[in-house]
């Protein structure tokens, strides 16, 4: 089973800031990575895909890059409905989520 | 518009079985391949079915197996989660999530909105 790190847990950041979230696989997923944001009470919505590929309707503030085993989610300037929890989640056997990071005004 | 609506018992007794339904519209059910996911309380995701279009191929994960069944019904445009001797780690959120294809592989888009199972006496 692929096991995907996310880091940090938590990350607290102010309206305006540049949001840097981390996940790395245990072994190779080539691009077949995606992240997903969730906010309390909300189902998940699909942000990016094929690691750097943004979902239909997804500003353009929200990026990925990265491939085989690191990878990152880039907000470049959070707004206010930014604040939630992302999860990345590989498609490369069956699909794992990794544990999620918290973006929460500082 | 697409939309998925989850329902079912949204109370279970341990030892029991649950069965969630999922209405699909806004598209052409038969032509998705479907999941089910869930989410205990304050924790993160964990896809736990996948079934195809037809319904001939479907996958389970480790963790519910031999517990689980997905099944659809194409002429009613719904799918379905059955699951048994359920104890209260199943308590959680029960996500369908249809398959959206890319020219590499498939992503989970859209999701329903989930439902609210607890395993409790």
């Known amino acids: 089973e692929i096991v995907l790190a996310q880091s940090p847990a938590t990350l607290s950041l102010s309206p305006g800031e540049r949001a840097t979230l981390s996940c790395r696989a245990s072994?190779?997923?080539?691009?077949?990575l995606a992240w997903y944001q969730q906010k309390p009470g909300q189902a998940p919505r699909l942000l990016i895909y094929?690691?750097?590929k943004r979902a239909t309707g997804i500003p353009a503030r929200f990026s990925g890059s990265g491939s085989g085993t690191d990878f990152t989610l880039t907000i470049s300037s959070l707004e206010p409905e930014d604040f939630a929890v992302y999860y990345c989640?590989?498609?490369?056997?069956?699909?794992?989520f990794g544990q999620g990071t918290k973006v929460e005004v500082k | 518009e697409v939309q998925l609506v989850e329902s079912g018992e949204t109370l279970v007794q341990p030892g029991g079985s649950l069965r969630l339904s999922c209405a699909a519209s806004?598209?052409?059910?038969?032509?998705?391949?479907m999941n089910w996911v869930r989410q205990a309380p304050g924790k993160g995701l964990e896809w736990l079915s996948y079934?195809?279009?037809?319904?001939?191929?479907?996958y389970y994960a480790d963790s519910v197996k031999g517990r689980i069944t997905i099944s659809r019904d194409n002429a009613k445009n719904s799918l379905y989660l059955q699951l048994n001797s359920l104890t209260t780690e199943d308590t959680g959120v029960y996500y369908c999530?249809?398959?959206?294809?890319?020219?590499?592989?498939?992503?989970?888009?859209?999701w329903g909105q989930g439902i609210l199972v607890t395993v409790s006496s």
């Open positions: 072994q190779s997923v080539s691009k077949y």
């Open positions: 999530a249809r398959d959206w294809v890319t020219d590499t592989t498939n992503w989970f888009d859209p």
């Open positions: 806004g598209f052409i059910f038969s032509s998705y391949e």
């Open positions: 094929d690691a750097s």
């Open positions: 079934i195809s279009g037809s319904g001939d191929t479907i």
């Open positions: 989640q590989h498609r490369y056997n069956w699909p794992t």
